[in-house]
């Protein structure tokens, strides 16, 4: 499955923005997707995942009650609404698809496909 994430720019903190990741290739629906980020200097980090049909979600401490992960699988989209962004949420953020479900959703050897990214800059 070929993954594409879009909707980073630049941003104010307290603000909102929402990305999107559609994917293609593949049956959407077989896939638990999930949404990492990398800040500049770190390593890549879980931000959220959802189930196939949306009833299974997990977020990372650091958004919980921030960002809200969705999913349409009739567009074959994944997205994340991100609100109240503050300068340290400030990174490249990469959707990633997982077949197996094999592994807890927050590790990226979890996941077989990766987007490209796309970045988020928060100003304080």
């Known amino acids: 499955v070929q993954l594409q994430a879009s909707g980073g720019g630049l941003v104010q903190a307290g603000g909102s923005l929402r990305l999107s990741c559609a994917a293609s290739?593949?049956?959407?629906?077989?896939?638990?997707m999930g949404w990492f980020r990398q800040a500049p200097g770190k390593e890549r980090e879980f931000v959220a995942a959802?189930?196939?049909?949306?009833?299974?979600?997990d977020y990372a401490d650091s958004v919980k009650g921030r960002f809200t992960i969705s999913r349409d699988n009739a567009k074959n989209t994944v997205y994340l609404q991100m609100s109240r962004l503050r300068p340290e949420d400030t990174a490249v953020y990469y959707c990633a698809a997982d077949s197996s479900r094999r592994y807890p959703p927050n590790r990226q050897y979890a996941y077989d496909y990766w987007g490209q990214g796309t970045l988020v800059t928060v100003s304080s």
């Open positions: 959802i189930s196939w049909s949306g009833g299974n979600i």
């Open positions: 290739g593949r049956t959407f629906n077989d896939y638990r």
